[in-house]
Structures are given as C-alpha cells and as structure tokens.
C-alpha cells in the first residue's frame, strides 16, 4: 500500500498550458516535500510545506498543503519545456517506535512539449 | 560547495555477486540517507545514519547494510545480489532528519 499517492501518473502538455498535480494520504504528515526529478539525476528538493493550509509560491510554482495535512498540490502557470521532468511528494512517517522512514509517492511524469 | 557525490556511477554484476556503493555527502551534512528507485515501486527508503548510527531503516531485508565513517562519507553494500536488485541507488545527505534532502545523481546497478 503506498502512504502517498500521485496523479496523475503521466501528463502530457503544451508550453504554455496550466496543470495540477496531487499527492494524497489516509495519514497525517508533520510536513511534505516536493522534489523535481530530471533523467540521469537525483531529485532537487522544490519546496516544504509544514503547516496545514499553507500556499507557497515558487516562481510559476504554487504548492499547497491540505488543511487536515493529509494532501498536497502542485500548480504550474504557464508551463515552459524546462519544467519537464519527475515531480515527487515526500513526507516523514513513523514505521514503528522510534523509526522514521521518508516516504515518497510515486511521481508525476510531466513532458511540457514546445 | 560541492554537491553530494556517489561512485561508482553505473555497475554491472551477476546474480550473488556482492556490491558496495559510496556516497560523499556535502560538506558539514551528518545526515546520510539511502534510497532504492525502480520504475515498479519507485523511490523506497533503505535506511539513514546519522554521526555513524543508523537512526532509522526501511523495509529491506538483511542483505543490505551500510555504515557511515568520521567524515560522513557512506557505504551501502548489498550481499548476494538478486535480479530484482537492479534498480538506481541514490544517496542523499542533510544536515538532520526531516530536512531538505540533498541528492547524488545516483549509481544505476544491473544484476544479471
């Protein structure tokens, strides 16, 4: 079962064109995390959003964290081919005790067509 | 400063081969995290040390182990390699737990 679910899984789009993309739990989490994957690299963390309700804006990025901390949203104005690539959400979770493991979703692959 | 460096950067090894990977982290970073990305179960913990300790550790059987040294550098050794072992392994290091994780490109392994 995975923690944290994202959609779409794959989205094809214009330059230019608006999306959104999701990341949803049944769990609380104490934070989440938004990184940009591109082919042959690591991930590159986006943004942390930490209290529920909050916006944050990065550019033509816009994230959003659910009042209840159990979602999350990614909104591109504008898309341009540069914002191609693997978007993932990750958040903190307890596996048991003291055990703590970060959790990602699976992803959103993005492909901003010029 | 320098990014977080991982070598070797592709490997390839037949089934029950063993293997270790290494990991640089940035610079004053104690936090050293490992990850397994495969395209099926995508990015999964493996597990995190932290001054040498492994403070936390993910749902991976015993074949796989690590360890960290006085300088934070990491190794991630994987014992008798199975197929489904062939997967992109990313390093990433932070300056504590829940902080923004800072990744290595990666040493992409095939097991065949």
């Known amino acids: 079962t995975q923690l944290l679910e994202q959609s779409p899984q794959f989205l094809s789009i214009q330059e230019g064109e608006n999306l959104t993309v999701y990341c949803n739990s049944s769990?609380?989490?104490?934070?989440l995390q938004w990184y940009r994957q591109e082919p042959g690299e690591g991930p590159v963390l986006l943004v942390t959003v930490v209290t529920g309700g909050e916006v944050k804006k990065l550019k033509r990025l816009t994230f959003q964290f659910g009042d209840a901390r159990k979602d999350s949203s990614l909104h591109i104005t504008a898309a341009q081919p540069g914002d191609t690539g693997l978007y993932l959400c990750a958040g903190p979770f307890n596996s048991g005790g003291s055990n703590y493991k970060l959790t990602f979703g699976k992803g959103t692959l993005l492909t901003v067509n010029p | 400063k320098a990014g977080v460096t991982q070598t070797p950067r592709y490997l390839i090894k037949t089934r029950g081969q063993q293997v270790t990977l290494s990991c640089s982290p940035i610079?004053?970073?104690?936090?050293v995290s490992w990850y397994q990305q495969t395209p099926g179960q995508g990015l999964q913990f493996l597990f995190e040390?932290?001054?040498?300790?492994?403070?936390n550790k993910g749902n991976f059987p015993g074949r796989f182990s690590g360890r960290q040294f006085s300088n934070s550098r990491s190794e991630m050794n994987v014992s008798t390699l199975e197929l489904g072992d062939s997967a992109l392994y990313l390093c990433?290091?932070?300056?504590?737990?829940?902080?923004?994780?800072?990744f290595g490109p990666g040493t992409r392994l095939l097991v065949l």
């Open positions: 769990s609380v989490f104490s934070s």
């Open positions: 990433a290091s932070s300056l504590g737990w829940g902080g923004a994780q800072y």
């Open positions: 040390y932290f001054s040498e300790t492994q403070r």
């Open positions: 610079s004053g970073h104690r936090s």
